[in-house]
């Protein structure tokens, strides 16, 4: 089955960048479209960003639109989140996702296929 395991996770200052990984194994790669969510303690997984098998096309939700960019590299079957001009609102647990899907993307948390366990990402104002 699909493992996912994310890093990168850490304690930033507002304003502060981090860049988080998701490696991915299991199955193959480029079958799957890719995505990073977030999560607070007690509310709904928060989708963030997306980006197809082939990492031609992106989708990203207007709370990040600008400030975040997410980026896949096939060859070594990770997928990236660079996270600039963090403020303390973006702390949260984030998550990687990934959906079996070649011509979709994974935008909501009901098409998920495969979670990693998730990395802490702290913003201290």
């Known amino acids: 089955q699909v493992q996912l395991v994310e890093s990168g996770g850490g304690l930033v200052q507002a304003g502060g960048s981090l860049r988080l990984s998701c490696a991915f194994s299991?199955?193959?790669?480029?079958?799957?479209?890719m995505g990073w969510f977030r999560q607070d303690p007690g509310k709904e997984r928060e989708f963030l960003a997306t980006?197809?098998?082939?990492?031609?096309?992106?989708v990203y939700a207007d709370s990040v639109k600008g400030r975040f960019t997410i980026s896949r590299d096939n060859a070594k079957n990770t997928v990236y989140l660079q996270m600039n001009s963090l403020n303390p609102e973006d702390t949260a647990v984030y998550y990687c996702?990934?959906?079996?899907?070649?011509?979709?993307?994974?935008?909501?948390?009901?098409?998920?296929?495969?979670w990693g366990r998730g990395t802490q990402v702290t913003v201290s104002s």
């Open positions: 996702a990934a959906r079996l899907t070649k011509v979709a993307y994974v935008a909501q948390a009901a098409v998920v296929d495969s």
């Open positions: 299991g199955r193959t790669f480029s079958n799957y479209a």
């Open positions: 980006i197809t098998w082939n990492g031609e096309r992106t």
